[in-house]
């Protein structure tokens, strides 16, 4: 089955930085728009931010920009989300998609078409 693998996720200090992982797994999703979402419990699923392989192009969410970035790893097929200057508020559960969409960049969940299985990010203060 086709799908998507993160990894990264774990504990860290507020004021730290991670950085996670999503590589593909029996075929690739080059022609997709990646994206990493987050959830927390009791809340909907949030974009985080989005990457376009045909030309880097990033998008983020008003949340995040500034301290986090997506890129593409072509030789390795893997799409990263580096943050830095993580908080308290960006305790989730990270997950990454891969949509069809190409005439813009989907920020909703129901863009997308393919899920992780998720990857869990704690700040401890």
């Known amino acids: 089955q086709e799908q998507l693998i993160e990894s990264g996720g774990g504990l860290v200090q507020a004021g730290g930085s991670l950085t996670l992982s999503c590589a593909a797994s029996k075929r690739t999703f080059r022609g997709f728009i990646m994206g990493w979402f987050r959830q927390t419990p009791g809340k909907e699923r949030e974009f985080v931010a989005a990457?376009?392989?045909?030309?880097?192009?990033?998008a983020y969410a008003d949340s995040v920009r500034g301290r986090f970035t997506i890129s593409g790893d072509n030789a390795e097929d893997t799409v990263s989300l580096q943050m830095h200057g993580l908080n308290a508020e960006d305790r989730a559960v990270y997950y990454c998609?891969?949509?069809?969409?190409?005439?813009?960049?989907?920020?909703?969940?129901?863009?997308?078409?393919?899920w992780g299985q998720g990857t869990q990010v704690t700040v401890s203060e």
């Open positions: 990457y376009r392989w045909s030309d880097d192009y990033a």
């Open positions: 998609a891969a949509s069809r969409v190409t005439y813009t960049v989907p920020t909703k969940p129901s863009q997308y078409d393919y």
